[in-house]
């Protein structure tokens, strides 16, 4: 039995010819009796960027999806967690430097035992990636079956809902702090259409502090039909646009709302604007518009609170 840190790790075992280190690991404050309690991980230990089991991994910096297009990657201490804890996405395998392996025990811990955890050297981690991981923490999940918007729409349970719908958003630092905006204030679902880029591109996932993981999320058809699906389900959208619409400030939200968000530049198309209650936020004289995901903040914050100020009316 060896301490390492606050975990111990006892019955190490390495297997013949890869590297594989087979591991009980469990908390240094727990008692030896509930060892029988704890589950065994598989630690492999590679000390070369040719070895095949890591060509998943390989080059990153070019390709956010893998090529199946049915795995995704993940990136960093707190996006894994959120993977492993919350999220419905099941975890394929994950590649730690040599220095995170410790930090990263109680998520380890949280993993299925059959899920391979590979460790190598940094220097290792980054020839492979094609960039330095600072973090020194990536993994691959299986996104599974896709969710269509009117879909999950169709099955959002009555009463009280607030939506966050993107139309055109193609910015993956957008789309990312949109749902981490959506996760802070409360959203149930986000929505985006076809023409969005992918929530489960690493740079989204990263920038949402994986919320894209654990946040309900539809992608499919076009913003026309989006609206045709909220109107069917009794959700009022409001389409935010920087002139035009009444004042934030003055609206009382429904109890069933979708914010809905347009591009940068072009914003929401009009004909689809018309199928929305047109909906204004205020600036100072001189300032024509705000980055949409702010945008977006302020108004599911605007939702959010007079929820809390009427608990009893939305429950």
């Not at 994950?94 to 811990?109: C, H, K, N, Q, T």
């Not at 949280?110 to 955890?117: C, E, F, I, T």
């Not at 630092?173 to 204030?185: L, P, Q």
Request: glycine letters at 8%.
């Amino acid at each position: 039995m060896r301490s390492r840190g606050r975990w111990i790790a006892c019955e190490a075992r390495e297997t013949e010819g890869d590297g594989a280190v087979w591991l009980h690991l469990f908390p240094v404050r727990l008692a030896p009796a509930s060892l029988a309690r704890h589950k065994r991980w598989v630690i492999i230990s590679l000390s070369s960027g040719d070895d095949l089991r890591l060509a998943p991994y390989r080059g990153v910096r070019e390709r956010d999806l893998l090529r199946d297009g049915q795995r995704f990657i993940v990136e960093g201490k707190v996006t894994l967690a959120r993977l492993v804890e919350a999220s419905r996405f099941p975890v394929e395998s994950v590649f730690l430097a040599e220095s995170r392996v410790e930090p990263m025990g109680d998520v380890i811990a949280k993993l299925q035992p059959d899920v391979p955890v590979y460790v190598a050297p940094q220097a290792v981690m980054d020839g492979i990636t094609g960039f330095h991981i600072h973090r020194g923490v990536l993994a691959i999940a299986r996104r599974g079956a896709e969710t269509g918007v009117d879909d999950l729409v169709s099955r959002l349970p009555a009463g009280p809902l607030t939506l966050l719908a993107l139309i055109e958003l193609s910015n993956h630092d957008n789309v990312g702090a949109c749902f981490r905006n959506g996760a802070a204030f409360g959203a149930d679902a986000v929505l985006l259409d076809a023409t969005s880029c992918d929530p489960l591109y690493r740079k989204s996932i990263r920038v949402s502090a994986g919320t894209a993981l654990s946040l309900p999320f539809a992608r499919s058809g076009d913003g026309m039909e989006m609206m045709a699906a909220l109107e069917r389900a009794g959700i009022e959208p409001w389409a935010l646009s920087p002139t035009g619409g009444e004042p934030l400030n003055t609206i009382a939200p429904p109890e069933r709302v979708a914010i809905v968000l347009g591009a940068e530049g072009p914003g929401l198309p009009p004909a689809l604007m018309t199928r929305c209650r047109r909906v204004s936020i205020a600036m100072s004289p001189g300032i024509d518009s705000l980055n949409v995901a702010t945008a977006g903040a302020i108004a599911l914050s605007h939702v959010f609170a007079r929820r809390m100020e009427r608990p009893d009316k939305f429950r």
